[in-house]
């Protein structure tokens, strides 16, 4: 199955964004579908860069021989390890390469991720037709492995409003089990020192502890500054996680915020980009009286 959200060019100019995806169901599959894309992209003088699972990559090189040398090859289990790091690496790309058509294969919905993983790789790709709606000469493919069981039609066929509807759908509701803790101003360093504990207790190394420490700090900000003065702190354990929920009575307008680095200058937005950065995910909601960051840190 191939699904193309393409822009057709005009007068022989570069085309507009274009997204695609196909889904493969074994490695043959994948390599059939995958390396006439490539193949093409490299004989057309476009700039070829493909992120991938490690396995994919070995696969492709393999089939693609000396013209391998010719492509870049990025490991998508690192570089988008946190999917809200994918836009900001393919705009990266673009920024190098200006005024060249940029031909990118990239698999955010890899086999072996976490149900809150796939989320956000979805809701990544439904973005990404705002973040690039501009772009010129730009075309992405997506594989999809059969056994992960997502249908990448929903995101590949640019509906109407399914990033702004998903961004505006609250999460699913923080677990009973869940420590809470309502936050003021003047709280923060209380805040720090409860979630360490936490942290600690479940084997989160001192590294790891300092950048949570941090990301939350800039979350927690940010809802004294813009969510109304306070804020709800929920902390729990899934899927090998520490998990540190913050949710306000705040609205975020901007559908990428902490996908777009902000200007200097600017005001809020770096305290999300630095929290993606940080951490190995991060789920971000905002509707008209709420908005809800969530923070995930590998326990291992």
């Not at 360093?189 to 939350?216: C, F, K, P, T, Y």
């Amino acid at each position: 199955m191939l699904k193309d959200s393409a822009t057709d060019s005009l007068g022989g100019a570069h085309a507009g964004f274009r997204h695609d995806a196909f889904v493969y169901t074994c490695s043959d599959e994948f390599v059939h579908s995958a390396a006439p894309y490539v193949r093409d992209g490299l004989a057309a003088g476009e700039k070829v860069v493909v992120a991938l699972p490690p396995e994919r990559i070995a696969e492709l090189r393999q089939a693609l021989g000396a013209a391998a040398a010719q492509v870049r090859f990025i490991d998508m289990t690192v570089a988008g390890h946190n999917p809200a790091r994918i836009i900001p690496f393919w705009r990266e790309v673009l920024d190098e390469h200006p005024g060249r058509a940029v031909r990118g294969l990239g698999e955010p919905a890899y086999a072996g991720r976490t149900p809150a993983e796939y989320e956000e790789a979805l809701l990544h790709e439904a973005l990404l037709s705002v973040a690039f709606a501009d772009a010129m000469g730009f075309r992405l493919r997506c594989p999809y492995d059969a056994a992960v069981g997502i249908d990448p039609t929903v995101t590949h066929s640019v509906p109407e409003g399914l990033a702004e509807k998903t961004f505006r759908t609250a999460l699913p509701a923080v677990p009973d089990r869940a420590e809470r803790w309502e936050f003021v101003r003047g709280e923060l360093a209380q805040i720090r020192q409860w979630v360490n504990a936490q942290a600690s207790s479940h084997g989160v190394s001192r590294h790891r502890m300092d950048d949570l420490e941090l990301a939350l700090h800039e979350v927690c900000t940010n809802s004294i500054r813009f969510g109304g003065g306070s804020g709800t702190l929920s902390v729990w354990i899934e899927d090998g996680s520490l998990v540190c929920d913050v949710a306000d009575q705040g609205r975020i307008h901007d559908q990428l915020v902490g996908r777009v680095l902000p200007p200097l200058d600017g005001l809020g937005g770096r305290g999300v980009w630095l929290a993606n950065q940080l951490c190995d995910l991060v789920q971000l909601r905002s509707g008209d009286d709420f908005t809800q960051v969530r923070l995930y840190t590998r326990l291992r």
